[in-house]
C-alpha cells in the first residue's frame, strides 16, 4: 500500500508549469460595474456645487418623468442641507443655485414630495388630544 501512495504525494507536490522567464501571467483587466443612476447624480451634483468643504449625501430617490430618469435628493456641505434633481444623468439641479420657490415647485413635480422636505408641524387630532 505505501508503494502506490508515493505517486500520488508526489503528483501533488509538483509546482504548477512556470511561463517562460519566471514571470507570473498577470490577470486580465476587469471592466468597472457601470455608474449608477444614483452614483452618478451625485458625481454631477458635486460638479455643481462649490467647493470647500465635505459634502454628505443623503435621501436619493428614483424615478421617471416620459421615460427619462430622474434622482432627488438631498446633500449637507457646511452644516446645511440642500436639495437636488438630476434629469437623464445629464442636467443637475441644486437648490442654491435656483430663484426662491423654483426647487419647492420642481420637487412637488418630478420627486412626488411636498414642499420644503421638512416634517410638516403636528396638527391635533381627536385621538392625540387630551
Known amino acids: 500500500m505505501r508503494l502506490l501512495a508515493a505517486p500520488l504525494l508526489l503528483a501533488a507536490c509538483q509546482q504548477a508549469e512556470v511561463p517562460a522567464g519566471n514571470q507570473v501571467a498577470a490577470a486580465p483587466p476587469q471592466k468597472a460595474a457601470p455608474e449608477g443612476d444614483v452614483a452618478a447624480a451625485e458625481r454631477l451634483v458635486r460638479t455643481r456645487i462649490a467647493a470647500g468643504g465635505e459634502v454628505r449625501f443623503v435621501d ?62 403636528a396638527t391635533p387630532t381627536a385621538e392625540n388630544v387630551q
Open 60 to 121: 436619493a430617490s428614483r424615478s421617471a418623468s416620459d421615460q427619462v430618469p430622474i434622482v432627488c435628493g438631498q446633500y449637507e456641505q457646511g452644516g446645511r442641507r440642500q436639495r437636488y434633481i438630476v434629469v437623464n444623468r445629464e442636467e443637475a439641479f441644486v437648490e442654491p443655485q435656483m430663484q426662491p420657490g423654483q426647487m419647492d415647485r420642481a420637487v412637488a413635480e418630478f420627486c412626488g414630495q411636498g414642499n420644503d422636505n421638512r416634517l410638516p408641524p
